[in-house]
């Protein structure tokens, strides 16, 4: 890719578009642009950037490609298919076909539980409750006096008043796990994008558990479930809304549970549980 500028698929589909990068450690970045409605490249929307290392293309060398996808394309509706909504995820295994990539793994992964329920001010009201003792990390704080450091309660408002409660729970050795609990739809009232309501349903409030994982999460996941979806289905799972909820979920109760739960009068409970 090194020689080129822009490159366009069979179909007019999408293109690869050639910007500047100043990352050193890769050479080249391409915005993937893809097309709408068949309009062909009169109306077209960044996807994703792709970005590839400077290295040579001998026969013995596996050349890595790396996909930033955005936001949008979690949310928007592609199409409809057996009576789910499915997103644009749908179209990177059409993409990767086109330029002959095969998918090697998901490097980041955030996970998100849009719901009317206030999870923050529940697991705050617990965590100061003395009902409740707090599992943090794997390890029981039965000492109330304890300063949980790997909590973090954000708070804001007015001048007036405290309105918007945020948790950030991180684990001691810093893996790239972590779990952000916070009201989304504040933020979606000052941003455009319109399209996560639309997608989830939710229209009066919007609160949300968001967990990230990397690579190395998905593997223990799957050796813990017993099972791995193969490569070649795994983007049309997370494509469909009804597919992807049950595995997601599973993943985000995994970790979430390894990160933050409570025992309460002996028996373990998940912040779902509260």
């Not at 050796?223 to 494509?239: D, F, S």
């Not at 993943?251 to 998940?270: A, C, E, H, P, Q």
Request: net charge neutral.
């Amino acid at each position: 890719m090194n020689e080129y500028n822009e490159l366009v698929d069979s179909d007019d589909s999408f293109t690869l578009v050639r910007v500047p990068s100043d990352e050193a450690l890769f050479a080249n970045s391409f915005h993937v642009m893809v097309s709408f409605d068949g309009s062909g490249r009169t109306h077209q929307k960044k996807f994703a950037t792709l970005k590839t290392k400077l290295r040579s293309m001998g026969d013995d060398k596996i050349n890595y490609v790396w996909l930033y996808i955005e936001n949008w394309v979690f949310y928007e509706v592609f199409g409809i298919y057996d009576g789910s909504k499915c997103n644009w995820l749908a179209c990177v295994d059409y993409i990767a076909d086109e330029l002959g990539l095969i998918l090697n793994n998901i490097t980041d992964l955030h996970i998100a539980l849009d719901t009317n329920i206030d999870f923050a001010k529940k697991i705050s009201k617990a965590q100061f409750d003395d009902d409740y003792i707090v599992v943090l990390n794997g390890t029981i704080r039965s000492n109330k006096d304890e300063i949980l450091d790997d909590i973090l309660h954000v708070k804001t408002g007015n001048q007036r008043r405290l309105k918007t409660l945020s948790l950030y729970v991180s684990p001691k050795k810093k893996d790239g796990l972590s779990l952000k609990i916070y009201d989304k739809k504040r933020e979606l009232e000052k941003s455009n994008k319109n399209y996560i309501p639309q997608w989830n349903g939710l229209k009066n409030k919007n609160y949300r558990v968001e967990l990230t994982i990397k690579n190395e999460h998905l593997k223990e996941f799957y050796q813990w479930k017993g099972e791995v979806i193969p490569n070649e289905l795994l983007m049309a799972t997370l494509a469909s809304q009804s597919q992807s909820q049950d595995l997601l979920f599973d993943m985000l109760y995994y970790f979430s549970n390894r990160l933050l739960r409570f025992s309460y009068k002996g028996k373990g409970i998940s912040i779902f549980q509260l």
